[in-house]
T-cell receptor, first 111, second 116 residues
């Protein structure tokens, strides 16, 4: 099972671009990478998912290098409401759904 | 639109009492359903998952059980709660069977369970 490593916390300022990197050195061939956002007392919210190269949607971009041993979530022009915990998750259909969730990255946006 | 309902939002129960948490999904058919537990400041731990009615798989041995009586209904139960059962319980779903399908796409807002 792929294990992920993320920074425990990060600070940034409104209007800045924030990049959160996740390390997953033992990612398997079939593993997908998914990022979630969680606010206090709420369930995680799916942000973006990718397999390789770059994926972009209306809220974020996900950069995955060729070796896929890491991935970077990029949040453009953050606001105070982006203060949350961000989780990187790696897994595939052959792992019996047992995906390992780390403690995530607590992102604090300052005015 | 796709929606997931989970209730109650908060629950305080004495040790040894029974438990029933319910989750229902709207706007999708034949979803994969999940129950997770989250300890304070920690990541999520998968407790149960289900790929269809009556099909339940357990990931963590414990005094909890799950049932799926209908396609879009998932129930978490216990006959006798322990202090260690306290936590934040989350229901989630995903669809499909292809690569990436097993990573939940939607979560409920959770139930904060406190055991006294």
């Amino acid at each position: 099972l792929a294990k992920t490593t993320q920074p425990i916390s990060m600070d940034s300022y409104e209007g800045q671009e924030v990049n959160i990197t996740c390390s997953h050195n033992n990612i398997a061939t079939n593993d997908y990478i998914t990022w979630y956002q969680q606010f206090p007392s709420q369930g995680p919210r799916f942000i973006i998912q990718g397999y390789k190269t770059k994926v972009t949607n209306e809220v974020a971009s996900l950069f995955i290098p060729a070796d896929r041993k890491s991935s970077t979530l990029s949040l453009p022009r953050v606001s105070l409401s982006d203060t949350a915990v961000y989780y990187c998750l790696v897994g595939d259909e052959d792992s019996n759904y047992q995906l390992i969730w780390g403690a995530g990255t607590k992102l604090i946006i300052k005015p | 639109s796709q929606t997931i309902h989970q209730w109650p939002a908060t629950l305080v129960q004495p040790v040894g009492s029974p438990l029933s948490l319910e989750c229902t999904v709207e706007g999708t058919s034949n979803p994969n359903l999940y129950w997770y537990r989250q300890a304070a400041g920690r990541g999520l731990q998968l407790l149960f998952y289900s790929v269809g009615i009556g099909q339940i798989s357990s990931e963590v041995p414990q005094n909890l059980s799950a049932s799926r009586p209908q396609d879009r209904q998932f129930i978490l139960s216990s006959k006798k709660l322990l202090l260690s059962d306290s936590g934040f319980y989350l229901c989630a779903w995903s669809v499909g069977t292809g690569q990436g399908a097993w990573q939940p796409q939607h979560f409920g807002d959770g139930t904060r369970l406190s055991i006294l």
